[in-house]
Each structure stands twice: as structure tokens, then as C-alpha cells.
């Protein structure tokens, strides 16, 4: 019996913005179940290259596949399997939270009200529901664009900077929600600067500069770098970068 296809496949992705080269041919692979944090410093392509895989900026070169479903080819089916939190949270403003998270579900072809009320529930949004997105602070805005990538229980659901700016209990239901995302069957790719969380949750991480994955880490050397203690992945990470700009 044929094994089902990765969740997502990305190779040799390269993005210019005019003359500068943001994504410089990326590959990755994410299974389904498994949370990939992203970290790099500002400008290292990130951001861009999660835009790319959603679908919301083209790519000048590469390839993207979801679930087995080429974006370039058949962007509608794609795109209805990914869920983007970017940044800062794209809302509609005038709608209600609740409305704003019908309309992304919708567009996923997900109409189960209940469901998206239990979700927004589950980030702690539930007594928001009816509020203009407008209104909300910044960290209740972030929980809202989660809720917007976790809605529809999409494949993949791709994250920039989503737990930033929340506060401890938020942080904590975000977590529990990937988590259990992630359980689901769905891969999760999240871009960070909280090191803390990328090394708890995540079960591989990345590094990119200048456009590239320059290092990464999984099983045995991840575990090995949480055996190391706090402040080890951030040392690991400032690392890296310095012997890259020493270069």
C-alpha cells in the first residue's frame, strides 16, 4: 500500500523582493504530527518564506506541495489545506471575532459553528466572540489570527511570531492548542524568537540566515541540547549566527 505523502514538501524555494534575494533555495519537509520552529534573526527570510508556502507571495523559483497538492498547479485545493497566523494578524476589522473566524473557516469549507466556538474557547476567546476585531488589544489580536490558522483543521498551519506578546495563561492555552493540533496529524511551522518555546515544543528546530537554513536539530542532538540546560539553545543559536557573520 503507497504511504501517504509528507504534509508538506518545499524545495529549492527562492523569493526576491526586486534586486534582494529574501528565500535563497529552501528545502523542507514536515510530516504530518510534527512541530518545526523556525528561528533566525530579523531579516533571515522567515516571514517570507512562510508567506510563500501559504501562497501569499510568489515565489520566483521552487516548489511547494501540500499534502501532495502542488501549489503552483492547483492553488484553490492548496491553500484550503494550509492555515496562516502572519504578522502582524491579518484581520478584518469591522467584523466579529466569531464572524472573522466563520469567514477563514468558510473559505476551508468548514461550516461547524460549534466547532469554532469550542476553539475560540480553547484560546480564551470566548467572551471576545462578539466584539469587533478592531477592538482587541494586541495579544488578544494574536490569539484571534491563531484561531484563524486552527480553524477548519487544516494540514499545515504555519505561525510567525504568533506566541509573541501573549501573556502567561494565553501562552499556555496557545501551546496546549498546537500541541494538540499537532496530535491531530497536522504539521505545524512555526517562526520564533522565544527560544524557550521553541525548544519545549517543537520537534525539530531550524535555523535560517540570509535565506537559508544554516543549521538545525533533531532527536538524539536536539535531546542532547535540552540535556544541556537553560540557555543552551540560545547558545547554540547566538553561535551560529556569530560564526556566520565572522565569515
Not at 469554532?116 to 494574536?142: H, K, N, T, Y
Request: hydrophobic share 50%; with cysteine.
Amino acid at each position: 500500500m503507497a504511504s501517504s505523502p509528507p504534509a508538506l514538501e518545499v524545495s529549492g524555494l527562492t523569493v526576491h523582493y526586486g534586486r534582494r534575494l529574501a528565500v535563497d533555495a529552501l528545502s523542507l519537509t514536515a510530516a504530518g504530527g510534527e512541530v518545526i520552529g523556525l528561528l533566525g534573526p530579523n531579516g533571515a527570510g522567515k516571514s517570507t518564506a512562510l508567506l510563500a508556502i501559504a501562497g501569499a507571495v510568489m515565489p520566483s523559483a521552487g516548489h511547494i506541495l501540500i499534502t501532495g497538492v502542488d501549489l503552483a498547479a492547483d492553488p484553490l485545493a492548496a491553500k484550503r489545506r494550509v492555515g496562516l497566523a502572519d504578522q502582524p494578524p491579518s484581520l478584518y476589522e469591522f467584523f466579529t471575532v466569531a464572524e472573522h473566524v466563520a469567514m477563514i473557516g468558510e473559505a476551508r469549507g468548514d461550516r461547524d459553528r460549534a466547532a469554532q466556538a469550542r476553539l475560540l474557547a480553547d484560546l480564551g476567546l470566548g467572551g471576545v466572540a462578539a466584539r469587533p476585531c478592531r477592538e482587541l488589544s494586541f495579544g488578544m489580536r494574536q490569539r484571534v489570527g491563531l484561531a484563524a490558522a486552527l480553524v477548519a483543521a487544516p494540514a499545515v498551519v504555519l505561525l510567525d511570531e504568533t506566541l509573541n506578546g501573549l501573556d502567561p495563561h494565553a501562552a499556555r492555552r496557545a501551546r496546549a492548542a498546537l500541541t494538540a493540533t499537532a496530535e491531530r496529524g497536522a504539521a505545524v511551522v512555526m517562526s520564533t524568537h522565544l527560544l524557550g518555546v521553541a525548544e519545549h515544543l517543537c520537534h525539530r528546530i531550524v535555523v535560517m540566515d540570509q535565506g537559508k537554513i544554516v543549521a538545525a536539530l533533531v532527536g538524539d542532538a536536539l535531546d542532547e541540547l535540552r540535556r544541556g540546560g537553560v540557555g543552551a539553545l540560545e547558545e547554540m543559536y547566538v553561535r551560529t549566527i556569530a560564526d556566520r557573520e565572522a565569515t
